[in-house]
């Protein structure tokens, strides 16, 4: 074990749950990095004004990172440009989508260049390294869109970023990577940070920072899992990776095609079109933390099964395709659910002014 864990390890929540305290302090005192909750963007789902800064606080507590080898230090430098592309937004919100696409294009590249984290390896069939790259770098991205896409909910994304560090915490236990293991609690404390505040009161909200700087770690960290597995010889599938990111990976994929193949629409733009929006209103009744309650679980089982098998390559595939079903299924219906509600003009989702509910009595949950 490494010297100090416990101390890397409660310095990192102390100073991620510190920081957060602090921010939401200064920023009721001085009305600083404040969410304006009147805004008509489509997937506000809160009531007051509040502090989206919570991804700073993740982001230095994860500095305990660079104490361990080189793999932290290289990791956390290469983590900069994605979390910065999105802070600035949190920030001034004048960053184009296009050019937060290029700056997370850079944290990828460093990523590959100097952890040598390329997916080449699919059990089934193998990729030649130049296509490898490529694989490599709109796996990071997309993984940095979806953790983006799952947020706005209280405790979701952090929620099912810690069940999934958690995963990898326990898997490097059980083959021996001591360095995944470190670097996945200390994720894990970091995130337990900001949690606190954000479920299920929601004191402050993760942002662009917090989002893209998660699913940046959560897609390298798992390449890595399975870097050291091939090298090592512990025979970790590379399915196993793919089934604990399955929810916002799917996520990505799923709304890209629904954007762009069936709307029609930018694929860079957000909508309140997602399964936790819709899970929002038709199942908890538009109760915020309940959603999470109601999602968190079928992740959770879902990554403990993942555990069982984590080196068998056919159980693993269809795991993830009954996730991916059972997703789809589900969002399906409440779609239908949702266009039979607009047709009869009662509460709906649109797309400039997210939720619009004509029912007074009824009323959003932080």
């Known amino acids: 074990m490494i010297d100090n864990f416990y101390f890397y390890l409660f310095g990192a929540f102390f100073t991620s749950f510190m920081l957060q305290y602090l921010v939401i302090d200064l920023s009721y005192k001085k009305g600083l990095f404040i969410d304006d909750n009147l805004s008509d963007l489509p997937q506000k789902f809160h009531t007051a004004p509040t502090p989206r800064i919570g991804g700073l606080g993740i982001f230095i507590g994860c500095f305990f990172l660079m104490v361990n080898t080189e793999i932290g230090l290289f990791l956390m430098l290469a983590s900069v440009p994605a979390f910065v592309s999105g802070f600035l937004e949190d920030l001034f ?68 970023s810690i069940i999934i560090f958690t995963t990898y915490f326990f898997i490097s236990r059980i083959v021996g990577d001591v360095d995944i293991e470190f670097i996945s609690v200390i994720c894990v404390f970091a995130l337990l940070g900001f949690f606190v505040f954000n479920y ?110 984590y080196d068998n390559h056919i159980a693993l595939v269809v795991l993830a395709l009954s996730y991916v079903t059972l997703y789809t299924v589900s969002y399906l219906i409440m779609y239908k659910k949702q266009t039979d509600t607009i047709k009869s003009g009662k509460q709906s989702l649109t797309r400039k002014g997210g939720l619009i509910d004509k029912d007074p009595t009824k009323s959003e949950t932080n």
């Open 200 to 309: 299920p009161k929601g004191k402050i909200f993760l942002g662009d920072g917090g989002a893209y700087f998660i699913g940046f770690m959560l897609a390298v960290v798992a390449i890595l899992l399975n870097k050291n597995s091939a090298e090592n010889g512990t025979n970790i599938s590379p399915w196993f990776v793919l089934c604990t990111l399955i929810h916002p990976v799917w996520e990505v994929i799923f709304s890209f095609f629904r954007k762009a193949v069936i709307e029609k629409e930018s694929p860079f733009q957000p909508d309140p079109y997602h399964i936790h929006q819709f899970i929002f209103i038709y199942l908890a009744n538009k109760n915020n933390p309940l959603t999470t309650l109601i999602i968190l679980p079928f992740v959770l089982i879902n990554n403990l099964i993942a555990i069982q098998f």
């Open 93 to 160: 919100a004048k960053i184009t989508p296009s050019r937060r696409l290029i700056i997370m294009l850079v944290s990828a590249v460093m990523a590959i260049y100097l952890l040598g984290v390329v997916v080449t390896d699919f059990t089934f069939f193998k990729v030649p390294l130049e296509i490898g790259v490529v694989i490599t770098i709109v796996a990071i991205i997309g993984m940095i869109n979806g953790t983006n896409l799952i947020d706005g909910i209280n405790g979701l994304s952090s929620g099912i």
